[in-house]
């Protein structure tokens, strides 16, 4: 059964760096793409970015200075890590495999 | 970036009737391949998006032959027929043709 799970910080001060983990299970990491999509209040679903199943990614320009995407196959996870955070990064947080199965979504608050 | 325009944003439905939500790509969503990446979700409250219609008219697994897609070019169109209480929530089409993916701002299907 494939399953994926989001985990993160909930709350993280402005400036600061988002670290979040995707753990997945019944499938490898290394057949599939990996993306990463949010939704905010303000721009309501974004594309922000995947890693291939050869482990090469690719952004959204609109995220690219400050984004980056890794993983660990052996652990089977996937990594956001999102730096110089504003209160408009405030929103749910998804990793998808190939954009048909998706997790739960975590939240993210940005604020002081 | 494309732009996806969908409407209405707002589709009021009494259950077991029918519904159509279009959405309008700012330029071809035809690949170089020949495929065109368009898709549909329906994310229910509380929910994450779930994946019902994938290149414009392939129902997803599980998916009710009471979805169906159509459509080319720069314009698609989502058909609900017999509406039920579970298809109520936000639909989103996506496209995957040209990078950055863009997802268009929803439509809210409520009952009348």
């Known amino acids: 059964q494939v399953q994926l799970k989001e985990t993160g910080p909930g709350l993280v001060q402005p400036t600061q760096t988002l670290s979040i983990t995707c753990t997945v299970s019944?499938?490898?990491?290394?057949?599939?793409?990996m993306q990463w999509v949010r939704q905010t209040p303000g721009k309501g679903l974004e594309w922000m970015g995947f890693?291939?199943?050869?482990?090469?990614?690719e952004y959204n320009s609109e995220f690219k200075s400050r984004l980056s995407i890794s993983r660990d196959t052996s652990k089977n996870q996937v990594f956001l890590k999102m730096n110089s955070l504003k209160t408009e990064d405030t929103g749910v947080y998804y990793c998808?495999?190939?954009?048909?199965?998706w997790g739960q979504g975590v939240m993210v608050t940005v604020s002081s | 970036d494309v732009l996806m325009t969908q409407t209405p944003v707002s589709l009021p439905v009494s259950l077991g009737g029918q519904v159509s939500i279009s959405c309008r790509s700012s330029?071809?969503?035809?690949?170089?391949?020949?495929?065109?990446?368009l898709h549909w979700y329906l994310q229910k409250p509380g929910q994450s998006p779930q994946l019902l219609i994938y290149?414009?008219?392939n129902r997803f697994s599980g998916v009710p032959d009471r979805f169906s897609g159509s459509g080319s070019g720069t314009d698609f169109t989502l058909k609900i027929s017999r509406v039920e209480p579970e298809d109520l929530g936000v639909y989103y089409c996506?496209?995957?043709?040209?990078?950055?993916?863009?997802f268009g701002s929803g439509t809210k299907l409520e009952i009348k």
């Open positions: 998808a495999r190939d954009l048909q199965d």
């Open positions: 996506l496209q995957s043709t040209h990078f950055p993916l863009t």
């Open positions: 330029q071809s969503l035809v690949h170089s391949d020949g495929n065109t990446y």
């Open positions: 019944g499938f490898s990491l290394t057949s599939y793409y």
């Open positions: 890693i291939r199943s050869g482990g090469s990614t």
């Open positions: 290149r414009v008219s």
